[in-house]
């Protein structure tokens, strides 16, 4: 597992600062889902480019709606487990919890 794979970043209400990047010989965050840096300080810059390698993020046209599955993380260590995430999105001032979230959903939080 690598930050390449990295499905969700959650900084919320933590006085983040300064700006955000992946550069160098780093391929970006193509898997990207849920970025959320909502009730921060923020004051500095997301590039354009930068917000274009979250591939995830992009509508997949050859993607079969049929195939739509919960954002769960599963392995097989001495026995198999399952771990799914809850979050709470922040939109328009209002908080939601979401407990179950499909692989499609997408959110970038500010």
Partial sequence: MNIAMLRVLFLRSNNFSGH??????NIGWKMLQIFDIASNNFSGKLHLTFLGTWDAMQPNPDKNQSELKDLR?????LDPFYYQDAIIVTI????FELVKILTIFTTIDI
């Fill in 92 to 95: 328009k001032g209002l908080e």
């Fill in 20 to 25: 955000i990047d992946c550069s160098g010989d």
């Fill in 73 to 77: 993380f599963e392995g097989e260590a």
